[in-house]
């Protein structure tokens, strides 16, 4: 069953204007050291930071209820696989919250994908529970 569908797109040069602008103090609120290792050791690195944007809003969205208020920009970290397939790791409040809306005897799985085209990058997120 569907638990919860995000989708978000994410104007890559608004991410280097904040890059440019705030630094370390923008990358240290919105993102997880791991995914600043991972998007630093990048060529074109602001695509790599905008792709996690887009999937963190993407995955709230997902969790979001009607009652629900903001997540915390690290609660949502973006880790790729050994095949390169992006994976949304949940932390506190996000873990929380997908708690709540996973049914007693099912396990949730979150399905993201990402992709960019200058001067865009999307994220789509598929919350889905499993029995068992």
């Known amino acids: 069953m569907i638990l919860g569908i995000g989708t978000d797109i994410c104007d890559i040069s608004r991410i280097e204007k904040s890059l440019d602008k705030y630094g370390q103090r923008f990358l240290d609120k919105t993102f997880t050291p791991h995914e600043q290792d991972y998007c630093e050791s990048k060529s074109g690195r602001a695509s790599y930071y905008a792709k996690r944007f887009a999937a963190k809003e993407a995955v709230a969205k997902a969790l979001a209820t009607s009652s629900s208020g903001a997540l915390s920009w690290q609660d949502v970290e973006v880790k790729n696989d050994p095949s390169g397939r992006p994976n949304a790791i949940l932390h506190r409040g996000a873990r929380d ?16 994908t990402l992709s960019d085209d200058h001067p865009y990058a999307v994220a789509y997120a598929i919350i889905e529970a499993r029995k068992g």
């Not at 709540?100 to 005897?105: M, Q, Y």
């Open 97 to 112: 919250r997908l708690n709540a809306k996973t049914p007693a005897g099912y396990k949730a799985h979150i399905h993201l």
